[in-house]
């Protein structure tokens, strides 16, 4: 079945330090991949997202590609801020044939950035 | 547009007893998901409501169960509750065409006592 495999935390960061939180996946056919990101006590936001290979999705300074040759969609950003201290989920999504579509979840990664 | 909205925020039940959850997607979206989220099974999939229709289900226990009415919005129930359903329960909307993103409302904290 289909998975995500994203690297264990916790990370603990300066500010303005370079972030990369990785994520490879299992996947039969052509997935979406998505990063989640969820602050204490609140549900998850989406962080951004990519539909097919090459494609490179970007927010908020984050940016991820996917990579369909290494089934890998690794989190990065240049210049960390106390403000993105979270949990961060690597996710996948596919669709069955009835059209429904669920996303598969990585553990999680927490990401602590001090001043 | 307003986002997902899931209440209760918060909710304390004992073993045994049972209870339901609700769920209003964003204006527009039709399919709405569950998920339960807890510090060691992680981000987990119920099951994914279409035009009042259960289409998907996660390897949850027959207690678990939903519904969806016909103006999108849902609700899931537990019954006879276990320590173990503790949990953050998740609910998400997307559009079905185009397909993809799922937006997630706050959750409901479940605390089983």
Redesign the interface.
């Known amino acids: 079945g289909n998975s995500v495999t994203q690297m264990e935390g916790p990370v603990t960061l300066s500010e303005e330090a370079f972030l990369t939180i990785n994520c490879t996946y299992t996947a039969t056919g052509y997935p ?1 991949l ?1 990063w ?1 990101v969820q602050y204490p006590g ?5 962080l951004l ?1 990519a ?1 097919k290979a090459d494609d490179k999705g970007s927010n908020k300074g984050f940016e991820a590609t996917y990579r369909k040759e290494t089934t890998s969609f690794h989190l990065e950003k240049g210049s960390v801020q106390v403000s993105d201290s979270a949990v961060y ?1 690597c ?1 996948l ?1 596919s ?2 044939q ?11 990664t927490k990401l602590t950035v001090n001043p | 547009k307003a986002g997902v909205t899931q209440t209760p925020r918060y909710l304390i039940k004992t073993r045994g007893q049972q209870v339901t959850l609700s769920c209003s997607p964003i204006s527009g979206h039709r399919s709405v998901s569950w998920y339960q989220q807890t510090p060691g099974q992680g981000l987990q999939f119920l099951f994914e409501y279409f035009s009042e229709t259960q289409r998907n289900k996660g390897n949850f226990p027959g207690r678990f169960s939903g519904r969806q009415f016909s103006n999108s919005r849902s609700e899931m129930n537990v019954s006879t509750l276990e320590l173990g359903d503790s949990a953050l329960y998740l609910c998400a909307s997307s559009l079905v065409s185009p397909p993809g993103t799922q937006y997630f409302g706050p959750g409901t904290r479940l605390l089983v006592l």
Not at chain 1, 42 to 46: K, N, R, S, V
Not at chain 1, 98 to 108: A, P
């Open positions: 979406s998505f989640y609140e549900g998850l936001q989406l997202k539909t989920f996710a999504s669709r069955d009835g059209g429904s579509e669920k996303l598969v979840f990585g553990k999680g």
